[in-house]
Structure formats: C-alpha cells, structure tokens
C-alpha cells in the first residue's frame, strides 16, 4: 500500500490555516475566467461554413433578381448584397415585427425547411407599381394587419422569382429546387428549428421606387452540412470566370507564338506503291504532272499555295492563297 503524501499532522495543520485564514485558497491558475455552460449533445461544427462563398453566390442572385423583378413586377428595381451572417434563430426571430412576409420553403436537397423573409414596404410599392402607380408605399401598417389576396398574389409572384434566381445562383455548387411551404404573417408562427439552434442569414437590400428594403434567406445551418466541402472549394464569378479565361488564352497565345515551325515548299507530289518505291535506283525517271503552284507546308501540315521566284537576289517564294489541311499520307515528296 503506498504511503499518503501528507502525515495526520500535517494535515491537521493543513486544515487549521484554511480555517483561519492563514493560508489563502483563491491563487489558483485561471481564478478570473469566465465559465460558459457547453452542450456536449449538441454539433457546433457547423460554423465552419463557407460565408464567403455564399456571399459570392449571393452576388450572382442579386444581378439576375434585378431582371426578374423587373420582368415580374413591371418596374425597376435596384438589388444589392450584403453580408451573410450566423447566429441563433431565436436571435434572429425576435427582430422581426409583425406584419411581414414570412415564407416558409423546401430547398432540395438542403435539409429541413428555410425562409424567405420579405418586408412589407417593398410589397406594398411593388403592389402601386405593378398597376401603373408611380410606387406609393404605406408609411404606418398596423401590427394586425393581413395582406389582401391581391397583396398575396404579389407576394407569390417575388417568391416565384427568388426561387428561379435562387436555383441559378447555387447552379455551380449544386441542383438546387425549391418550392414554398407555408408562408406566415407573424413571427412567432415560422418556427423552422430550435431557438438556440444556428442559422445562416443571408439578406439583399431591394429598391423600387424611392423606397428601400430588405429580403432575407434564412437556411438553417444543421441543413447545409452535406454542401460545406462543396461550398470549401472555389467558386469564381461569372465576370470573374470569363477574364481568368481571357487571360489564360492570352498567355496560351503568346507561349504558341514562339513555337518554332519547320516549313517545307514542296515543287510537287505523286502516289506510289511501296513495290514501285523500293524498287526506284539511280538514273530512274519519275513522271508526274506539273501542278500551276507550289505548297507551303509545316509540320506536315499543307497551308499554302505558293509560286518560287527571286527577291532582291534571293529565292523566294509567294503566298497566292490558303490552302485546306488534310493528311498526307502515302505520298512522297
């Protein structure tokens, strides 16, 4: 049995100056941290999302939205991003007010449900321009307040729009479909995922008219763990794409440019048989018609129809047009 690492008395002694004050018990490493209760059960491992990405992605549904707003409400519209943010969903839902435009959707293959948030202002502009009006909007809505079925139609069509734009926008990453669920006009009803649980939230700043709101995707963060690798590798934009390509046929261009190209004027061709070849010795005679032009080849390659004269003292030979590249097989020159 191993003998204890202080005796009875020391102990005692021990004791006696916690007791009295003697001995101080509040110098320990780390007495000034603050301690935060951890969930073991629950997965934080999805903060490790991309924002960057989806805020790339968000760009490139901002510039097709502007033209399907545009087509669908008959009226012009300005769309600008902002960028994506990850907090709790009871966070986020409590800064909503009543009325506002809740949709609830299904986007494939995400898990769960998501939302389309559409404040009213923009709807009820939307509304005056889509009937002619010069994009009246209403200053104070009650908190009561319900949209009228012609409210709503106008609402479906913006979802409509968002939807198709929101399928091309992700179209580098992955197929995505979606389609509307459920839409609510109070906060507290569009309960998608737990209150502490993570959301990404992605929002576009809309103007029609003189006015100006905001549109905001709301994904819920356990949904999007089956993309994050896709959503780790990088995405480049449409603009962004075409240059690199640009670039790459420049230097591509430049590097064939100084290729070194072995060119062969040849006076004539004419076919043989590998009989009649091998059997050729010297002093033979080789009968073939005379062709009007000469050719220009490289790489065994025919480019030109040519005519050999002289230049300044100097064979030479000219260019007199393209010619066709074909293969040249079984002939001898």
């Not at 734009?165 to 737990?194: K, N, R, Y």
Request: hydrophobic content about 40%; aromatic content about 6%; charged content about 25%.
């Amino acid at each position: 049995m191993s003998q204890p690492l202080l005796s009875a008395e020391e102990l005692d002694a021990l004791a006696h100056g916690v007791g009295d004050g003697t001995i101080t018990t509040d110098k320990g490493l780390n007495t000034d941290a603050n301690v935060v209760s951890y969930d073991l059960a629950r997965d934080h491992s999805t903060t490790t999302i991309n924002t960057l990405a989806i805020d790339l992605l968000m760009e490139r549904m901002a510039r097709q939205l502007r033209l399907g707003l545009q087509t669908a409400l008959r009226s012009e519209s300005t769309v600008e991003t902002r960028s994506s943010e990850i907090k709790p969903y009871g966070d986020f839902i409590t800064t909503l007010k009543a009325p506002i435009s809740i949709n609830i959707l299904r986007l494939m293959p995400l898990r769960g449900l998501s939302l389309l948030v559409i404040e009213p202002e923009i709807i009820f502009v939307a509304l005056d321009r889509f009937f002619g009006g010069p994009g009246r909007g209403i200053k104070e809505i009650p908190e009561g307040r319900l949209f009228t079925a012609t409210e709503q139609r106008i609402i479906k069509k913006m979802v409509e729009v968002v939807l198709k734009c929101l399928s091309e926008a992700w179209a580098p990453v992955i197929q995505m479909h979606g389609e509307p669920v459920g839409s609510e006009a109070q906060p507290q009803f569009a309960q998608i995922t737990d209150d502490k649980d993570l959301v990404l939230i992605t929002p576009l700043s809309v103007q029609i008219a003189d006015t100006k709101s905001i549109i905001q995707l709301v994904y819920p963060l356990e949904g999007m763990k089956p993309i994050r690798e896709a959503l780790n590798r990088r995405i480049v934009s449409k603009d962004e794409e075409e240059e690199g390509h640009n670039r790459w046929s420049e230097l591509l261009a430049d590097a064939i440019g100084d290729v070194e190209l072995e060119a062969r004027a040849v006076f004539a061709e004419f076919e043989s048989t590998l009989r009649e070849f091998e059997q050729l010795k010297e002093g033979d005679v080789l009968w073939f018609k005379r062709p009007r032009y000469m050719t220009l080849t490289a790489e065994k390659t025919r480019l030109y129809s040519i005519d050999m004269g002289t230049a300044n003292g100097q064979t030479a030979v000219q260019i007199i047009e393209p010619l066709k590249p074909r293969t040249t097989s079984r002939r001898f020159s």
